[in-house]
């Protein structure tokens, strides 16, 4: 439990921990690889923690040596059948990648996780795995896991993927790895693309144009040195605190700001936010750019269309924003948030309106008005209940700064989930002025 009063203002330099796609994916990946992959920079969330588990389980050896993690690879072939079941814990991600992958063993599997994460939809998977030949079920036939994997051989198919997800996308490619020819993907919108940049560098023919992507069964991955830029969506939440909290200025030292990322830093700036892009340089195949962002006056405006999938998941922060900005702001086309963690729209519009936000819900979004003629809006702290959702607990302890009162976050652990340490780094930004 978390109690957040408000605060005077942010300063200072901070680095926020490795990107969680990426660190996911880099297990992944290595464990598929010849030879050891080393990854820095590694993100030790709970997340990832769940991929590196899963791998140990099949076999592959990942040990942690000072800050480096060292994945030893066995090859598009040498995983083994888990003993027991795979605990993906909260993890979208470990889920449906893995799932591609282990669609195409000789072994069968079954994964499990928590609570949320066995509400949360597969037959978004289990569609094209079933169209490339795979044997993947629902277990309680709920379409959600725990799922059953039964190993076999795989169909190359093209998958007209309905849904922007990066996930969907992913797990195709992976099983693709295992086809019997060229398997290729189009989304709606392009979604995040580290799956197709880092399988490049471990050495898979990957060409890209526009929102469609192919796969050549590679005949061996080999391992690579992964270097994990700093994770925006962690960013986020202080881009955003130091936005909306006067008198504030901090420099986020380290980030990603991948194209098919970035999309909060387009809306900062149509909202009229004081973000300067520092040193911007590529590591790893990823850009990456130190952000000195400052207090600003802000404006309300419109999210829709391509630019949704490149903020999924700072959308609940951005909402916050929106209540500290003059005016109108409308997000729209993001009704898969409803389909995360929680059902994010409904409990930020919950949660936000609890504080006396002007906030309605829509199918696919929300519309939030100032509450008044002033830039500043009164929030008032309450009890956030955050449904154990990582980016909600994170996003109201931003609006907790910025509220009369206390805002109290009873799950605040969850946390962890993406960004362990949050609070402490938070706490060393207003106690430095
Ligand atoms: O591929 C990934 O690493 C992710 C893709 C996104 O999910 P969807 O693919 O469901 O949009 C995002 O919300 C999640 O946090 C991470
Ligand atoms: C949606 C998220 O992750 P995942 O889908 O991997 O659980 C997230 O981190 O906000």
């Known amino acids: 439990m978390k109690k957040i009063t408000r605060i005077t203002g942010l300063k200072g330099t901070l680095r926020v921990p490795g990107d969680k796609s990426i660190s996911h994916r880099a297990i992944m990946f290595g464990s598929l690889a010849e030879g050891t992959t080393t990854i820095h920079g590694f993100l030790k969330g709970a997340d990832c923690l769940s991929t590196i588990d899963c791998f140990r389980k099949t076999g592959i050896s990942i040990e942690e040596k000072e800050d480096t993690i060292y994945v030893h690879g066995k090859g598009l072939h040498g995983l083994h059948k888990p003993e027991e079941t795979l605990d993906v814990g909260n993890s979208g991600t470990t889920t449906r990648l893995i799932s591609g992958i282990l669609a195409g063993q000789n072994f069968d599997t079954v994964l499990s996780g928590d609570a949320s994460l066995n509400s949360r939809p597969m037959g978004r998977i289990m569609k094209p795995l079933s169209m490339m030949g795979a044997d993947i079920t629902s277990i309680h036939d709920t379409g959600c896991a725990p799922l059953s994997i039964k190993g076999r051989s795989l169909n190359a198919i093209h998958y007209d993927s309905p849904v922007a997800s990066a996930q969907v996308k992913s797990c195709v490619l992976l099983a693709g790895l295992y086809a019997n020819g060229k398997t290729s993907v189009t989304e709606p919108a392009l979604s995040r693309d580290h799956t197709e940049r880092m399988l490049r560098s471990f050495g898979a023919n990957i060409v890209s144009d526009k929102n469609t992507c192919t796969i050549t069964p590679p005949e061996t991955l080999h391992g690579q040195h992964i270097e994990v830029p700093g994770d925006i969506s962690s960013a986020a939440f202080f881009i955003v605190a130091a936005l909306i909290t006067p008198n504030s200025e901090i420099t986020i030292n380290n980030v990603g700001i991948n194209d098919t990322r970035a999309g909060i830093l387009k809306v900062c700036q149509d909202m009229g936010a004081d973000i300067t892009l520092l040193n911007a340089r590529e590591e790893g195949g990823e850009p990456v750019a130190d952000l000195l962002v400052k207090t600003s006056s802000l404006r309300g405006t419109i999210v829709e269309g391509d630019i949704i ?111 362990p340490g949050f609070f402490t780094q938070l706490e060393q930004l207003f106690s430095q002025n």
């Not at 500290?324 to 994010?344: C, M, N, P, W, Y």
């Not at 906030?359 to 519309?367: A, L, P, S, V």
């Open 309 to 419: 999938p490149a903020l999924i998941d700072e959308l609940p922060v951005i909402a916050l924003m929106a209540c500290f900005a003059k005016g109108q702001t409308i997000i729209k086309d993001a009704h898969e948030l409803r389909v995360k963690e929680s059902d994010r729209i409904a409990i930020m519009t919950e949660n936000l309106g609890a504080m006396g936000a002007d906030i309605i819900d829509t199918e696919d979004g929300f519309i939030i008005n100032s509450r008044s003629n002033n830039t500043i809006p009164v929030l008032y702290g309450t009890n956030i209940n955050c449904s154990m959702d990582h980016r909600i607990a994170m996003t109201f302890a931003v609006a907790g700064l910025n509220a009369d009162g206390e805002t109290i976050i009873t799950d605040s652990d969850c946390v962890d989930v993406s960004y």
